[in-house]
């Protein structure tokens, strides 16, 4: 992973521009991944950028369901959260490896908890990291693989 930008914010209302912004820069076709600890910010960062792309939809952690999609925007989003997966196989049985397949993919795909499907997410894509600096600061750390596997 190369490190692109890291910035820090105050609430997670800075988080969700930081989402809201990057959703403005990103065309179809994009994987990231959110890293981070429960209670980080990984949800509110795609609340923004579902807000960036268009969508007025209520984002939620899709905890219990794996994958929430929200369509109204400017593109379809796949909002994955792999926290309860028990096994990578579970993924796989859900078809999330045709995710990855970024020439038809028509939409972004955003994954929370990646360390749980390692080695599934096996194209180019963006990391974001989000550490705790306090209980309100959170430092987000941007970074791209660069086509690696
Ligand atoms: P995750 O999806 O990583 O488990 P959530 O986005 O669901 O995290 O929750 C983050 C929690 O941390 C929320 O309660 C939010 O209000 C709080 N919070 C405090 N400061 C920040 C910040 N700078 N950025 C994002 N969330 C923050
Ligand atoms: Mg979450």
């Given at each position: 992973?190369?490190?692109?930008?890291?910035?820090?914010?105050?609430?997670?209302?800075?988080?969700?521009?930081?989402?809201?912004?990057?959703?403005?820069?990103?065309?179809?076709?994009?994987?990231?991944?959110?890293?981070?600890?429960?209670?980080?910010?990984?949800?509110?960062?795609?609340?923004?950028?579902?807000?960036?792309?268009?969508?007025?939809?209520?984002?939620?952690?899709?905890?219990?369901?794996?994958?929430?999609?929200?369509?109204?925007?400017?593109?379809?989003?796949?909002?994955?959260?792999?926290?309860?997966?028990?096994?990578?196989?579970?993924?796989?049985?859900?078809?999330?490896?045709?995710?990855?397949?970024?020439?038809?993919?028509?939409?972004?795909?955003?994954?929370?908890?990646?360390?749980?499907?390692?080695?599934l997410i096996n194209c180019?894509?963006?990391?974001?990291?989000?550490?705790?600096?306090?209980?309100?600061?959170?430092?987000?750390?941007?970074?791209?693989?660069?086509?690696?596997?």
């Amino acid at each position: 992973m190369e490190e692109v930008l890291s910035i820090v914010t105050k609430n997670e209302n800075e988080t969700m521009l930081v989402g809201e912004k990057l959703a403005k820069t990103v065309g179809k076709g994009v994987v990231f991944t959110l890293v981070g600890d429960l209670g980080a910010g990984k949800t509110h960062f795609v609340k923004g950028f579902v807000k960036g792309l268009g969508s007025d939809e209520l984002v939620t952690s899709p905890t219990f369901t794996l994958l929430n999609v929200y369509e109204r925007g400017k593109m379809p989003v796949y909002h994955f959260d792999m926290y309860r997966l028990e096994d990578v196989s579970e993924a796989q049985e859900l078809g999330f490896d045709e995710y990855f397949d970024l020439k038809s993919l028509d939409g972004v795909v955003l994954v929370e908890w990646p360390e749980k499907v390692e080695g599934l997410i096996n194209c180019p894509h963006i990391q974001i990291k989000i550490e705790d600096i306090d209980s309100s600061k959170r430092k987000i750390v941007i970074a791209s693989n660069g086509g690696e596997k």
